[in-house]
């Protein structure tokens, strides 16, 4: 029985990401423009980081980031490459699970189907976004894509202009001319 996950880790291999470290930040339509004209993804998420050094739960406003492709939050996922940004941020890198506590092996709440925590939290600003970014997706299919495009025209475009060498993916990682 094929799963979906071997078809978006089997499309993955297609693109020239093959044995990279990809990092990915979800938005919506409306928000990205903003990301790549401003080459920042803000510090938009506050999280509560509880580490073995500390007792306290202090509160981090950062950037949150997933190794999981199949995450789907947002109409677009930037792909970014995560051992740039892990060599550039090093401890601001946290990977951080919503549900347990530092250390546990247990999660707090394991009834959820997606109860696997892939996140990586970024204390800060991911900037400049422009030197970690390695593709776009568009969480559509190709078709809903060439429909964007059509309604659209000046978002696309401008998407296109600014990022001329970046490649555009739709949700199965076919390029997107």
Same mark, same amino acid.
């Given at each position: 029985m094929i799963k979906l996950v071997d078809i978006i880790k089997e499309s993955i291999l297609k693109t020239s990401f093959k044995g990279k470290n990809i990092l990915y930040h979800s938005t919506?339509?409306? =928000?990205?423009?903003?990301?790549?004209?401003?080459?920042?993804?803000?510090? =938009?998420?506050?999280?509560k980081i509880l580490t073995k050094f500390t007792s306290d739960d202090s509160s981090y406003n950062?950037?949150?980031?997933?190794?999981n492709a199949n995450l789907k939050f947002g109409d677009i996922q930037l792909m970014l490459d995560g051992d740039?940004? @892990?060599?550039d941020f090093?401890? @601001?890198?946290?990977?951080?699970d919503h549900f347990s506590q530092f250390g546990s092996k247990v @999660?707090?709440?394991?009834?959820?189907?997606?109860?696997?925590?892939?996140?990586?939290?970024?204390?800060?600003?991911?900037?400049?976004?422009s030197k970690y970014l390695l593709g776009i997706r568009f969480m559509?299919? =190709?078709e809903e894509i060439e429909e964007f495009k059509t309604e659209e025209p000046e978002i696309f475009s401008l998407l296109?202009?600014?990022?001329?060498?970046?490649?555009?993916y739709d949700i199965n990682f076919n390029e997107v001319k």
């Open positions: 919506y339509i409306d =928000k990205i423009l903003n990301i790549i004209s401003n080459n920042e993804i803000e510090p =938009k998420t506050t999280q950062g950037v949150s980031l997933t190794r740039l940004i @892990k060599r090093g401890k @601001k890198l946290i990977p951080y @999660k707090s709440n394991n009834t959820r189907s997606d109860y696997n925590e892939s996140e990586e939290f970024l204390i800060g600003a991911l900037n400049p976004i559509f299919s =190709k296109k202009q600014k990022t001329e060498n970046i490649s555009i």
